[in-house]
């Protein structure tokens, strides 16, 4: 099981136009739309597991997080054509202890995303990070939301580099720190519809 460490910037399409032409280079595109699962207990949003299904274009990716130490999250990802099938592997390859009791209960689609994610890779001497400028919605409870934040990835380095790039990016830009990720903010969207 892999740790994530990603920081999330509230943005308008001005600030992510600005942050494109800023960092030249080559860009990847996807497509992502991304349905987010619990029990109907919400046993695994009350304990802060996040377990989705993404589409990247035209790739299904399951993945599984959980807490970790820090602003990190333990994260499991496999390519995998549905949830069903990837809970299994999940139990396998790392899953929290108790994990496949609670999923036993069930699970239900409770919320989503739809957005299109341009993303470049940057690297230094102390990093790799992922910089992605996602804009789309967020969906729950027959309800939606606009999507437009700035994302900061530590792919290989140290934290404390990728904290400071993160920083400077957001005092350059005037960009505000994103608390929530996309998955609590569309969770509330649902939670505001029961």
């Given amino acids: ?54 589409m990247e274009n035209t790739d299904s990716v399951c993945t599984l997080k959980t807490p970790a130490e820090g602003n990190g999250r333990n994260e499991q990802e496999i390519s995998c054509g549905s949830i069903e099938e990837a809970i299994p592997v999940f139990c396998q390859t790392g899953a929290p202890q108790g994990f496949a009791q609670l999923v036993q209960e069930g699970l239900i689609a409770v919320c989503g995303a739809k957005f299109h994610r341009t993303a470049i890779t940057l690297q230094s001497e102390d990093y790799v990070l992922e910089l992605a400028l996602d804009k789309g919605i967020l969906t729950g409870g027959g309800k939606e939301v606009p999507l437009c934040e700035v994302e900061v990835e530590l792919k290989e380095g140290d934290k404390f580099s990728a904290d400071l790039f993160a920083s400077l990016l957001s005092s350059q830009y005037g960009l505000k720190v994103q608390r929530y990720s996309k998955f609590r903010r569309a969770l509330a969207l649902y939670d505001s519809s029961r």
Avoid: C, N, W
């Fill in 1 to 54: 099981m892999g740790v994530e460490f990603e920081l999330k910037f509230s943005a308008q399409p001005e600030q992510q136009e600005e942050i494109f032409r800023t960092f030249p280079g080559e860009y990847q595109t996807f497509q992502m739309e991304t349905t987010y699962y619990d029990t109907p207990s919400g046993a695994l949003s009350a304990r802060h597991y996040t377990l989705r299904r993404r």
